[in-house]
């Protein structure tokens, strides 16, 4: 049965800002003051602060990673960037609350009426930080706890103190630096032991203003048979300059935990998307990623797992749509340090136009483990003729009770294909769109089905015009 | 009006000729047979007929009801009511036949309209059933890892439910064994009706046993040499195709 579209993810719906006057603001540029500032206005501890000043010296530190990524990156200029922007601090409890032009903004997206109907609770970010936050109350009562990252640092620092920083370091990469310096907003979550949420928690970021950097930082500490889904969108208007998004995203499942996180990413084409996302999955918990990329210019984002506890599982299914003059860069990182561990990444990729694909999967079993498994899948459509896909396999594999399977296929929708289903009646642009609904049909299904419908209907968009 | 006229058609397939000024009637309500030795362009026909891009007809006309087809869009031809049920039907991986079908019939119908799935599923379970398909077909993917005898059940499934004017089997027959044969063969006669023209295109005479044709055309050297009745195609069968070589070079 399929469900009326709630949730509007087409990226021309997105495509709208208004000026708007910011009460915080960081101005122009990227310094030891601005980073200051963030933490100043945010009130935060000195051994927060601390940790952003160091965090920026390693990205002023670290090259671009250009020797292996896409060359793209050094067209973003950190200087004309604003890296703080914000209208309050504290988000209100009720949409009524909500600044008339904010709320605006979240009606046309329609978040309200998904958060009435089906969530468990929404964050919605307006550029840095949260206007709106709310979980149903129960969940209060069960002691799950559902804030952004600078309340869940300052009050409930013996929850999230212990792992913040530590799925991630700052100096994983030049971003994940960045992240840490300046970061603002995003989701902190903890789920209670036993506590399984039946429905899923949503966040939503938006960015209005031009030039701006959005860095949001979430951590997800599931407890110890903790099950939670967590699901997050984002929407950009189109400007003429280009934007950041760099966030950082770390999950800790503890002992039989689940965590499924779920990604729709439309960011417009102006934007760099560089995000880290990774997950320690201890003793038999299960980490789930579910991640989308239709939108932005260049997203390079590589979900993984550390399956550091026995029988721990990692899974990434990706989906990923490259458009003309769009590059997804996305993969998988699996790292197996327990017995009975096992791994599955699925990947499908589908590029439109000039439009370019690139598959990074790492696979890392070492000799010493026993019984582990891996799977991976990694399928390219190609569209046009022009079209590109890359995959970048990194598997390493020691010892002798392991076992890891790869498969790969590139292929593109034939003429026969095409002619076949229009002299069943459907135009030329309805059979290209059912063949590549077709491609990725196994994986859209694993999504909940208000986002499978969306799903379905946004390729359909990126579909149209990509024929003839 | 009521007929798919064929008139001095020319086609090629990268510049070579195969089709040459054939001229060729099917009125509705009539069964005809084309028969022809290997390469004698009986694909071809059908490929032209209904719109295929890498086919170019050179000269001709084929007039559906009076509408011109050639030049037009293969969908276009589809929903003007040509229905073509493929020699070797392709596969369409992750698309659903259930799924397919229904979009096949909502391309024919306005915008405006649409019908109840309670009603279609109905509908296809009865054809299936009619056909001897299992109704687990209906999630399969459309015609993948299908045997030959599906993929031509398949054909003949969705023939029966978009219900067309003008029917062209291509080799339906080609791939199946005698109990697969009867069954779609059963399933082709029910679309039998006044308002319909069932074109088949077959090698073998064993078909038309039990599809009855009212007229048996010779297809050679690109046109319809010789036209008859069903003892045409028994004839063909017992003495093969030499002799008509013969009287056409004559």
Redesign the interface.
């Known amino acids: 049965m399929i469900s009326p579209n709630e949730i509007q993810i087409d990226r021309d719906k997105g495509n709208f800002h208004y000026q708007t006057d910011y009460e915080f603001d960081a101005g122009v540029g990227l310094s030891e003051d601005v980073v200051r500032y963030i933490s100043n206005i945010k009130e935060e501890d000195k051994w927060l602060l601390d940790f952003r000043l160091r965090a920026l010296s390693i990205f002023e530190r670290k090259p671009l990673p250009t020797h292996w990524s896409s060359r793209d990156l050094e067209n973003i200029d950190f200087d004309v960037i604003r890296y703080y922007l914000s209208k309050g601090q504290k988000p209100s409890r009720t949409w009524d609350e909500v600044p008339d032009d904010v709320k605006e903004t979240f009606e046309r997206l329609g978040i309200p009426e998904q958060e009435r109907k089906f969530l468990a609770g929404v964050e919605a970010q307006f550029d840095s930080e949260a206007a709106y936050s709310r979980m149903k109350g129960d969940l209060e009562e069960k002691g799950v706890i559902f804030v952004g990252s600078t309340e869940g640092l300052k009050d409930h620092p013996e929850i999230f103190k212990k792992w913040f920083g530590k799925v991630i370091p700052s100096s994983d990469n030049k971003f994940s630096a960045l992240n840490s310096a300046v970061f603002s907003g995003g989701s902190f979550i903890y789920v209670p032991p036993g506590v399984k949420l039946e429905q899923p928690l949503q966040a939503y970021f938006r960015i209005n203003a031009e030039n701006f950097g959005q860095f949001e930082r979430t951590l997800i500490i599931a407890d110890e048979g903790a099950e939670i889904t967590y699901m997050e969108g984002c929407t950009a208007p189109k400007f003429e300059t280009s934007t950041l998004h760099s966030a950082v995203v770390e999950l800790v499942a503890l002992k039989g935990a689940k965590i499924q996180y779920i990604t729709v990413q439309n960011w417009s084409n102006n934007v760099f998307n560089l995000v880290t996302k990774r997950a320690l999955a201890q003793e038999e918990a299960e980490v789930r990623w579910i991640d989308c990329n239709i939108g932005s210019r260049l997203t390079m984002k590589y979900p993984g797992v550390i399956l550091q506890g026995r029988k721990a599982r990692g899974e990434v299914l990706s989906i990923a749509l490259a458009n003309e003059g769009q590059h997804q860069d996305t993969g998988a990182k699996m790292v197996h340090a327990a017995d009975e561990t096992s791994s599955n990444v699925i990947s499908k990729s589908i590029s439109i136009g000039s439009g370019r694909t690139t598959y990074r999967g790492l696979v890392k079993i070492p000799g010493h483990l026993k019984k582990c498994k891996n799977n991976t899948e990694c399928d390219g459509l190609l569209i046009n003729s022009d079209s590109e896909t890359d995959t970048y396999p990194a598997i390493t594999v020691q010892g002798d009770d392991n076992s890891v399977q790869h498969e790969a296929s590139v292929s593109k929708v034939?003429?026969?294909?095409i002619?076949?289903?229009?002299?069943?009646?459907?135009?030329?642009s309805?059979?290209m769109s059912?063949?590549v609904?077709?491609?990725?049909?196994?994986l859209i299904r694993e999504f909940p089905m208000e986002y499978s419908v969306e799903l379905k209907r946004l390729i359909d968009l990126e579909m149209e015009g990509s024929v003839g | 009006m009521s007929s798919l006229k064929i008139e001095n058609l020319s086609a090629s397939i990268d510049e070579k000729p195969i089709l040459n000024q054939l001229d060729l009637e099917l009125p509705k309500g009539e069964v005809h047979a084309i028969m022809g030795p290997n390469g004698s362009g009986k694909s071809t026909l059908s490929k032209v007929l209904a719109g295929h891009p890498e086919y170019q007809p050179s000269e001709g006309s084929a007039l559906l009801d009076g509408e011109e087809i050639l030049g037009l869009e293969p969908d276009q031809i589809s929903r003007l009511g040509l229905f073509l049920a493929f020699q070797y039907p392709v596969e369409v991986p992750g698309v659903s036949i259930a799924n397919f079908i229904r979009a096949a019939l909502n391309s024919r119908m306005p915008d405006d309209e649409d019908f109840k799935a309670v009603d279609y599923y109905k509908r296809l379970y009865q054809k299936m059933d009619d056909l001897g398909m299992s109704r687990k077909f209906t999630s399969r993917s459309l015609n993948d890892g299908f045997s030959g005898g599906e993929k031509k059940r398949c054909e003949v499934l969705q023939m029966m439910m978009l219900e067309p004017k003008y029917c062209i089997l291509d080799e339906t027959d080609s791939g199946l064994d005698i109990d697969a044969l009867r069954v779609v063969a059963a399933g082709v006669n029910k679309m039998r009706s006044k308002e319909r023209g069932i074109l088949v295109i077959t090698h073998y005479q064993r078909l038309l046993e039990y599809i009855v044709p009212d007229k048996v055309h010779v297809l050679w050297d690109g046109k319809i040499v010789r036209s008859g009745t069903k003892e045409l195609a028994v004839e063909l069968e017992n003495r093969g195709y030499d002799w008509i070589k013969e009287e056409v070079a004559a």
């Open positions: 034939s003429a026969e294909q002619f076949y289903m229009q002299q069943r009646g459907l135009s030329e309805d059979a059912m063949c609904n077709g491609f990725v049909n196994d």
